[in-house]
């Protein structure tokens, strides 16, 4: 892995200022921590950055100070003692009139105590304008998504090696964890599923202290951070023999995943994959099917695009998505199937790195 | 441990709506996650519940539907496709005019939708009125409090014992959350904090490679789930021997710690906690302390009440309280002691177990 520079954050600010006209704004105030990191490099869980057409401030309390100054070194560091009032001086400081916010991110005490403060200001709420402002990643992002992926992957590799019937899901998402932390992942992207049995028809089914046993499904959702930034695969292991029934649904499983990672590239409706995944499911299946086929990835687990019915998205060379189409038989098992790909101009790039051919523990 | 049972969500929600008329409305729209749990029981990450005068309507997502069928079984659980749409038809369905919603969780956007929805009620924004719902705790609660607690503490003197010159900070954040996940822990309460040396320095530091040496403070603030609530506790380790400047420092932030302790009971002003601190710290270290002395912590880990100069917020019998001064000089050293306390009529007890006297690790 080469050392990685990231001196994108004034490229990313640049390319949003250019926006400010047909946002009808003269700066932005984010407020949303992964936008914040994702424009500034601060990597703290609290604060606000406000951009102006020049200027810009990024406002931390004094538990972040000292490593906003260390991590951010082109955006001058404010430290407040109020949110709303280190906000108000900031948009001040700038001479902003027209202020975009975004409107998924500023609650409702937030924007009228803001708009109590802000008189002579006008708060312009940017909700589509912003969705898909970290959708498309650069390369610097794919190489450490890459980087996400891989120590996933590998921990999910090393537990198909180890898993026995006898293992409880709590013991299988620690050796998952633990195998991942020690190759570098920061922290779990989302809690870890492992779901067996009968547990596996809830989709997002916590762990529990139930132990695997022969005949049952095993869906195992990992995903871990690296630099910040998440990973997301989902394997189905197979302790001992299938059923008929179980071997055929895995089957038309894994050949809608596999049909849609292969319909995947620029220009393909995020709608249109998921109605694949769905007619390859077919009516046998596709009403067992109780989520949307895939969302994006990036800093945020869950981010834009979305793979689902109701869609109105385009992918576009960059985004990074999953696929992950499954089955829930509700008091019996469940199956998923999980790939994260990057979408190119022709095609798409697989991620995760787990075959996706039936796991079969004996 | 005894099996412990929660009934206390019908006299929770009964509770609330007994508060309708004073909060001028008929029904309430909760949203956020936390408050869903509290009221309801459901563990997943995402759905509405909408309470009515006699009625009410759990909503999930279809990942959610046979989990919240299974934890939910005194509110009828609906399952929607778009989240908008379900919130329209149970306002409807409860016959509801005018809805209190959580005005700090409720998000610009979503607002929008909703009141283009819901054009014949009357949505009406609730922020203090709710601030408190979760804040004292009840037996149960406070049951389940302390085995979070007794989790962390014992992952934490297992540390104490461990610990060497040499760990790196990740190792060591590993180690802990090994533990105390091994315990029965379910996932961390927040992302731990491990800093050492300059690194202690930065109050919400992330754990790097770097290697813990003689000379050190070690500041370890770690904290895990237990049925879904929160515990939280600092400890800061000395490795070898402290120099003068340091032991000097411990002792003041010790004192500060204490002697809040010592005035924590019902009826204390939290404002007047974070002055004591900061009066103990006194002119040479108050400086030094640049975040508030503490917050509540349940089932999210800041919740209400807030202990800092500009808190309004009285402490009441059943509030579950971090004292939590530290003191940080850039570029050197810093220090933390941080205990959780439940807050009782004449007193509050402790329920983080570790001595707070310095722990020298040779």
Not at 312 to 341: F, N, Q, S
Request: hydrophobic residues 40%.
């Amino acid at each position: 892995m080469p050392q990685l520079k990231n001196d994108s954050t004034l490229d990313r600010i640049q390319a949003i200022r250019g926006k400010f006209p047909g946002f009808q704004v003269d700066g932005i105030l984010f407020s949303g921590i992964s936008n914040i990191r994702y424009l500034s490099g601060f990597t703290g869980s609290d604060g606000a950055l406000v951009l102006g057409p020049e200027g810009a401030r990024l406002l931390v309390d004094g538990r972040y100070t000292a490593q906003a100054i260390r991590e951010v070194r082109q955006i001058p560091v404010v430290q407040y003692a109020n949110k709303m009032q280190g906000i108000e001086q900031a948009v001040r400081d700038l001479h902003l009139k027209r202020i975009g916010f975004e409107a998924s991110f500023v609650c409702v005490d937030m924007h009228q105590a803001l708009t109590r403060r802000l008189r002579k200001s006008k708060l312009v709420p940017l909700g589509d304008e912003l969705r898909m402002l970290r959708a498309c990643k650069d390369d610097h992002e794919i190489l450490v998504m890459k980087k996400a992926a891989a120590i996933a992957s590998k921990a999910m590799a090393a537990l198909a090696k180890e898993i026995r019937p006898g293992w409880t899901e709590q013991e299988t998402a620690l050796y998952l964890e633990m195998t991942a932390r020690r190759s570098g992942g920061e922290q779990v992207s989302f809690e870890t599923i492992v779901a067996s049995g009968k547990n596996a028809a809830l989709p997002h089914a916590k762990p529990t202290n139930r132990k695997i046993k022969t005949g049952d499904f095993v869906v195992v959702d990992f995903g871990i951070k690296y630099r910040g930034y998440c990973s997301d695969e989902t394997c189905t292991f197979a302790i001992g023999e299938l059923t008929a029934d179980q071997k055929n649904a895995y089957r038309a499983v894994l050949r809608a995943h596999d049909e849609a990672i292969a319909c995947i590239r620029e220009g393909t409706a995020a709608a249109d994959v998921d109605a694949l995944v769905r007619g390859v499911l077919g009516d046998q299946y596709s009403r067992f099917f109780v989520h949307g086929t895939g969302h994006g990835v990036g800093l945020e687990v869950h981010e834009a695009p979305r793979l689902a019915p109701d869609s109105k998205d385009v992918l576009k060379a960059g985004m990074v998505v999953t696929v992950e189409p499954g089955l829930y038989y509700p008091g019996c098992w469940g199956i998923r199937i999980e790939d994260t790909v990057v979408v190119k101009k022709n095609s798409c790039e697989k991620i995760t790195k787990m075959n996706k051919k039936p796991i079969v523990i004996k």
